[in-house]
C-alpha cells in the first residue's frame, strides 16, 4: 500500500512538476571541478616559446586535474574578492561563455562555481567543426558570445568586443597547453548556424570561435 502511495506521487510529480526532478537528475550529472594547481607548468616564456597549432590528436581522456586546471586558466576567477578573471574583459562585462563537447555530453563551464555543468548527455563533437579530427578529440571548447550582456553599443561593437574576449580566452588555452605538453588548435571552421540549432542556443548568443583541447598524437616507433 505505502510503495503504491509513493509510486502514485511520484507519478504526479513527473506529470505536473516535472522541471524539477529533471532539474535534480541533471545536477548529479555536472562536473565538480579540482582546485586548480598554480604552482605548476612551465615558465612563461617557455610556453611562449613552445606555443603552437596541432591538429592531431590522441584520442585519451584528459584526467580531472587537466580539465580544472584548463578551465581555470582559460577564464577562471583569479580575484575571488571581485570575481574577475584570467582574461581580461572590456567594461568587465565576462560576457563568453565556454561550452565542452565531450564524449559524454555537452557541458558549459562556470567560473564562479568552478564546475562543468551539463546542458544534455550527448556526443556533439562532430558538429563542432568541419575539420576529421573533431570526431574523436577528448574535448572540444566552444565559445558563445552572449550579447544580452551588453549595456550599450551596436551589434557590431559586441561581436567586435566579443571577438576579442574569445582572443584573450583561446591564447590562455594556448599557454597553458603549451605549459603542460598538450595539443590544441583554434578553429573558425563551424557551421555556426547548425551548432547553434543543436545546443538550442538564444538569438542573441552567437558563437564565434571553436577550439580542439588533446594530448598529441602518439608516433609508433619503428
Not at 131 to 146: G, H, M, R, S, T
Amino acid at each position: 500500500m505505502i510503495k503504491s502511495i509513493v509510486a502514485f506521487g511520484f507519478l504526479v510529480s513527473f506529470i505536473f512538476f516535472p522541471q524539477l526532478l529533471l532539474s535534480s537528475a541533471q545536477q548529479t550529472e555536472d562536473i565538480t571541478l579540482l582546485k586548480p594547481q598554480t604552482d605548476s607548468g612551465k615558465l612563461l616564456m617557455q610556453a611562449l616559446l613552445l606555443r603552437q597549432s596541432s591538429r592531431e590528436f590522441s584520442p585519451e581522456k584528459l584526467p580531472l586535474q587537466v580539465l580544472s586546471n584548463l578551465f581555470w586558466a582559460a577564464d577562471g576567477v583569479n580575484r575571488p574578492d571581485s570575481g574577475k578573471r584570467t582574461a581580461p574583459s572590456a567594461s568587465n562585462v565576462q560576457n563568453i561563455d565556454i561550452y565542452a563537447a565531450m564524449a559524454d555530453g555537452l557541458y558549459l563551464y562556470d567560473p564562479v562555481e568552478h564546475i562543468l555543468k551539463v546542458v544534455f548527455k550527448e556526443d556533439v563533437r562532430t558538429a563542432t567543426g568541419k575539420q576529421e579530427f573533431v570526431k574523436e578529440v577528448p574535448l572540444n571548447l566552444i565559445y558563445v558570445a552572449d550579447l544580452s550582456k551588453f549595456k550599450r553599443g551596436t551589434d557590431e561593437d559586441k561581436l567586435f568586443y566579443s571577438a576579442a574576449h574569445v582572443g584573450f580566452i583561446s591564447q590562455n588555452v594556448y599557454l597553458y597547453c603549451a605549459s603542460e605538453g598538450l595539443a590544441t588548435v583554434v578553429r573558425g571552421m563551424v557551421d555556426k548556424e547548425a551548432l547553434a540549432k543543436r545546443m538550442n542556443l538564444r538569438p542573441d548568443q552567437k558563437i564565434i570561435l571553436a577550439q580542439s583541447v588533446g594530448y598529441p598524437k602518439k608516433t609508433e616507433a619503428k
